[in-house]
C-alpha cells in the first residue's frame, strides 16, 4: 500500500503561482512513477503531469498540452515527495488536484492505470 497526501492547494489570482506538494509513506517511493490529474466541477479526471523513477539517474516528465511551459514536476525521493510547481495559473486550471502514483512505465495518461490517489487538493484561480 501506497499512502499519498497532497498539500498546498489554495486561492490565487490569475497570473498566480502556487506549488503543490505530494507526501507519500508505504512501499518504495523511488519505485512508482508519479503523476497529477485534476478534476473541475461536471469534468473527468484529467492527466495534467507524470514524473518517471530514476532511470540511469534521470527522470523523464510528461506534461498536457494544456500546462507545457507554465507547470512543473518534480520528485525528491530522499524526501518521499512529488512536487507540481504550477506558474501562470488560469481560471481554467481551477479543480481538484490529485497526486497518483503507478508502476507503468513510459507516457502513460489514463486513469485506469493508477494503483494508488491521494484525497484531492482544491485549486481556485479567480479572473
Known amino acids: 500500500q501506497v499512502q499519498l497526501v497532497e498539500s498546498g492547494g489554495g486561492l490565487v489570482q490569475a497570473g498566480g503561482s502556487l506549488r503543490l506538494s505530494c507526501a507519500a509513506s508505504?512501499?518504495?517511493?523511488?519505485?512508482?512513477?508519479m503523476g497529477w490529474f485534476r478534476q473541475a466541477p461536471g469534468k473527468e479526471r484529467e492527466f495534467v503531469a507524470r514524473i518517471s523513477w530514476s532511470i540511469r539517474n534521470t527522470y523523464y516528465a510528461y506534461r498536457a498540452d494544456s500546462v507545457k511551459g507554465r507547470f512543473t514536476i518534480s520528485r525528491d525521493n530522499a524526501k518521499n515527495t512529488v512536487y507540481l510547481q504550477m506558474n501562470s495559473l488560469k481560471p481554467e486550471d481551477t479543480a481538484v488536484y490529485f497526486c497518483a502514483a503507478d508502476r507503468i512505465s513510459g507516457d502513460v495518461r489514463t486513469v485506469e492505470r493508477i494503483d494508488y490517489w491521494g484525497q484531492g487538493t482544491q485549486v481556485t484561480v479567480s479572473s
Open positions: 508505504g512501499r518504495t517511493f523511488s519505485g512508482y512513477y
